[in-house]
């Protein structure tokens, strides 16, 4: 099982810029594909960006692609998060998950992931 510690949300005005991290801990990542999702209130969690286990694959909601960046530091165990011109209805508590399958080309749907953290609030004013 993989722990997972997001950070980095707040509130920020519309076109503004947050970087979120998820650090995880009790077993490396460095061969997982990692996913960003977030969820709304009265809202369904949905995909946001995932990114293979080498980095080397990223894969983006057509909502955030062209604003937000998914990266990683295997040697840091950590996923990054990077949102740039935010708006107001990216608001929703955004988190990390974990797929254990070794070299897994990046999945959309939250039953691939194995891992959750328990999320950051990002709130994004007009």
């Known amino acids: 099982q993989v722990q997972l510690v997001e950070s980095g949300g707040g509130l920020v005005q519309a076109g503004g810029s947050l970087r979120l991290s998820c650090a995880a801990s009790g077993r490396t990542i460095s061969s997982y594909a990692m996913g960003w999702f977030r969820q709304a209130p009265g809202k369904e969690r949905e995909f946001v960006a995932g990114?293979?286990?080498?980095?080397?694959?990223?894969v983006y909601a057509n909502s955030v692609k062209g604003r937000f960046t998914i990266s990683r530091d295997n040697a840091k165990n950590t996923v990054y998060l990077q949102m740039n011109g935010l708006r107001p209805e990216d608001t929703a508590v955004y988190s990390c998950?974990?797929?254990?399958?070794?070299?897994?080309?990046?999945?959309?749907?939250?039953?691939?992931?194995?891992?959750w953290g328990q999320g950051t609030q990002v709130a994004v004013s007009s």
């Open positions: 998950a974990a797929d254990r399958r070794p070299y897994a080309i990046v999945a959309r749907t939250p039953t691939s992931y194995d891992d």
């Open positions: 990114i293979a286990w080498d980095g080397g694959s990223t």
